[in-house]
C-alpha cells in the first residue's frame, strides 16, 4: 500500500478523495475536461462521538453505512466513483525525511527499514512504511518516509471495504493537505507553514517546497474557541457558533467584538508557531525564513483572524486557497474560498495522480 505520490494510478481513472476524522468526513470528486478541470460532486457529514476515537476506528459498521449514503448525497451530483483515496490520520503516522548516500533502490528500502525500526516505538513487522525520493543534493538522496501501524492500515481498508468501495491508495493528511495549498512548482528552499484548524485540534505542517517535512499537533480547536464564546457570552454552543461566524474577532474596541474573549486563547496558538518555527529552525540549522503562514481548515474561516495573525506574528499570513494547483479553464468553482477551505485535504486527495 502506497502512502506517498507514486505512479500508482492514472488521473483518468474515475476515484475521488475521503477525508475521515475524529467527528466527520469530507468526499471530494474532480472531474477532469478537455478544457479544465470541475468540481464534480462533494459532501461533507458528520459522525457522531466515539465512532472514531483518536484515529482509531470503532464503530467500523457504523462508519461504514454513513460513508455509503454520504456519497450519494454529494452536490453537484452524486459520486458514483467506487474508487477511492483516503486519508490517514496523521497521529498515527510517523513521517521523517533522512539522507543517505546514493544507493539502488533495493538497498535503500532494507536501509530505510532499519531507520524506521531505531526511530520509532513499533517494529518493523507492527507498520507499513513507503518512501519516496526528494531530490539529491551534495552526492546524498534527500528521502521522505513515512511508516503507519499496519492495524490502522488494516482497519481502514476493512471499512472502505464494507462501505463497498475499492481502495485504489492511502495517504497521510499532511502530504494531501500541502498538495492543494502549496503551488506545484515551488522551490525546496521555498519554506511554507501550514496551520490546519480543525474542530478538535489544529495540525501543523511544515513543508519544504511542496513536500511536509515536519509535523505536529496542539489542542487548539474550532470547538475550543467556540466554547470560550460561549461561557464569555452566556450563550449556548449553537449560538456562539453562529456569533462566531457573524461577528468574528474584529478589533478589541468594535463593538460585539470577541476578541477579548479569545485574544488568549489566540495568543497561545501564535506562541505555539513561533515555537514549533525556532524548533525547525534548530533541527534543520536553516536560517531560511518561511515564506508564508497558510491558514486552512474550518476554524481559518473565522473573520479578522487573518489580518490579526498577520499582526501578531509579523509575518505574511494567507487563508489557504486549494484550487491553487487546479485549472478549472473559463469556468469558476462552485465552492467558495471559505468553504473550499474545509476540504483542503479532501481536495489534495482527489488530486493525487501520476
Known amino acids: 500500500m502506497s502512502f506517498l505520490n507514486k505512479e500508482i494510478i492514472s488521473f483518468q481513472d474515475k476515484f475521488f478523495g475521503l477525508d475521515l476524522s475524529d467527528i466527520s468526513l469530507k468526499a471530494f470528486h474532480l472531474d477532469k475536461k478537455s478544457e479544465g478541470c ?23 459498521d457504523k462508519i461504514a453505512s454513513i460513508i455509503k449514503a454520504s456519497i450519494k448525497k ?18 498515527k503516522v510517523f513521517l521523517r525525511k533522512i539522507s543517505m548516500p546514493k544507493m539502488d533502490d533495493s538497498e535503500i528500502s532494507e536501509a530505510i527499514k532499519w531507520e524506521i525500526e531505531a526511530s520509532i516505538p513499533l ?40 462501505a463497498g468501495l475499492n481502495v485504489i491508495g492511502l495517504e ?9 495549498l502549496i503551488p506545484h512548482d515551488a522551490k525546496n528552499e521555498d519554506i511554507y507553514f501550514i496551520a490546519d484548524l480543525g474542530a478538535k485540534r489544529t495540525s501543523f505542517i511544515i513543508t519544504e517546497g511542496n513536500v511536509p517535512y515536519f509535523t505536529s499537533s496542539i489542542p487548539f480547536s474550532s470547538e475550543g474557541m467556540t466554547d470560550i464564546i460561549s461561557k464569555a457570552m452566556g450563550v449556548d454552543d449553537a449560538e456562539a457558533e453562529k ?3 457573524s461577528k468574528g474577532i474584529g478589533h478589541a474596541g468594535e463593538a460585539g467584538s470577541l476578541l477579548p474573549a ?88 482527489a488530486m493525487r495522480q501520476k
Not at 44 to 60: M, N, V, W
Not at 296 to 325: A, C, F, H, Q
Not at 334 to 346: D, Q
Open 38 to 60: 470541475a468540481v464534480g460532486g462533494y459532501v461533507s457529514a458528520a459522525i457522531p462521538e466515539g465512532y472514531i476515537s483518536d484515529g482509531t476506528l470503532i464503530e467500523k
Open 243 to 245: 456569533m462566531k461566524i
Open 262 to 349: 479569545l485574544e488568549s486563547y489566540l495568543e497561545n496558538l501564535s506562541g505555539e508557531i513561533e515555537k514549533t518555527l525556532d524548533f525547525y529552525h534548530s533541527m534543520t540549522k536553516s536560517n531560511i525564513k518561511i515564506k508564508r503562514v497558510i491558514l486552512s481548515g474550518g476554524g481559518s474561516n473565522l473573520r479578522g483572524l487573518v489580518p490579526y495573525m498577520t499582526k501578531i506574528l509579523e509575518r505574511e499570513v494567507v487563508l489557504g486557497d486549494p484550487w491553487t494547483n487546479i485549472d478549472f479553464g473559463h469556468s469558476l468553482p462552485i465552492i467558495n474560498k471559505e468553504k473550499s477551505s474545509e476540504f483542503s485535504t479532501a481536495i489534495g486527495l
Open 74 to 91: 454529494a452536490v453537484p451530483k452524486r459520486i458514483h466513483a467506487k474508487n477511492v483515496v483516503c486519508s490517514l490520520p496523521e497521529s
Open 172 to 180: 497521510v493528511e499532511s502530504v494531501a493537505t500541502a498538495r492543494s
Open 123 to 162: 517494529s518493523a513487522d507492527q507498520v507499513y512504511y513507503d518512501w519516496q525520493i526528494i531530490n539529491e543534493s551534495e552526492g546524498k538522496l534527500n528521502i521522505l518516509t513515512v511508516a503507519v501501524a499496519k492495524e490502522t492500515v488494516d482497519d481502514t481498508v476493512e471499512v472502505l471495504e464494507m
